[in-house]
């Protein structure tokens, strides 16, 4: 399991957020910023944090345009991926 899909996950949003407008912008930018964030830590994400930032894209999702909404999926089935090697639950 690597850390490699919580920062393409983070590109993704990136691209995504280049396209949005004003508060979608924002909150794609933030999720970006916190999956990068997570991506670099010392210690990688329990359970619990990554399905709060799934939750979040999946909101987003809802929200945006289709040409948005492709690059947040993504995104979120890369945190899926993810998600699937993280021991504990």
């Given at each position: 399991m690597t850390?490699?899909?919580?920062?393409?996950?983070?590109?993704?949003?990136?691209?995504?957020?280049?396209?949005?407008?004003?508060?979608?912008?924002?909150?794609?930018?933030d999720q970006a910023d916190a999956l990068a964030a997570l991506a670099e830590a010392d210690r990688g994400p329990d359970h619990g944090r990554l399905a709060r930032h799934m939750n979040a894209l999946s909101e987003i999702a809802e929200q945006a345009s289709e040409d948005i909404e492709e690059?947040?999926?993504?995104?979120?089935?890369?945190?899926?991926?993810?998600?699937?090697?993280?021991?504990?639950?």
């Open positions: 850390r490699e899909l919580l920062s393409a996950a983070s590109e993704e949003l990136s691209d995504a957020a280049d396209t949005a407008e004003d508060e979608l912008r924002e909150r794609i930018s690059h947040v999926e993504s995104a979120r089935d890369k945190v899926s991926e993810y998600r699937e090697g993280v021991e504990g639950v």
